[in-house]
């Protein structure tokens, strides 16, 4: 299938850090635009960071500093970098992107999640 995977989410204390990835299911699709997604307990989706093809990117105020989003086209994988974690960064993180796969486009494509949980 034409899916997303995301790991590497977990349990940290306040100022550690974790590394998601977000892996196409298959070696052969590409991965377009990517986003990072969170939602928390009891608020709304968040865009968290952005990072285009080639790898430019941006973030929300928020993260900014703190987190960094990169890419390895040749794995087909998209990372997040969390360093200086907050408790407010606890959330299910969640990989978005357009992918491509036998010549065809599936847009918004969304990974099942991984919780980050950051203890105080």
Excluded: H
Aim: net charge positive.
């Amino acid at each position: 299938q034409v899916q997303l995977v995301e790991s590497g989410g977990g349990l940290v204390q306040a100022g550690g850090s974790l590394r998601l990835s977000c892996a196409a299911s298959r070696t052969s699709i590409s991965i377009n635009a990517a986003k990072w997604y969170r939602q928390a307990p009891g608020k709304q989706r968040e865009l968290v960071a952005f990072i285009t093809t080639v790898g430019n990117t941006n973030y929300a105020d928020s993260v900014k500093g703190r987190f960094t989003v990169s890419r390895d086209n040749d794995k087909n994988t998209v990372y997040l970098q969390m360093n200086s974690l907050k408790p407010e960064d606890t959330a299910v993180y969640y990989c978005n992107a357009d992918l491509k796969y036998a010549g065809t486009w599936y847009g918004g494509t969304w990974g099942q999640g991984t919780q980050v949980t950051v203890s105080s």
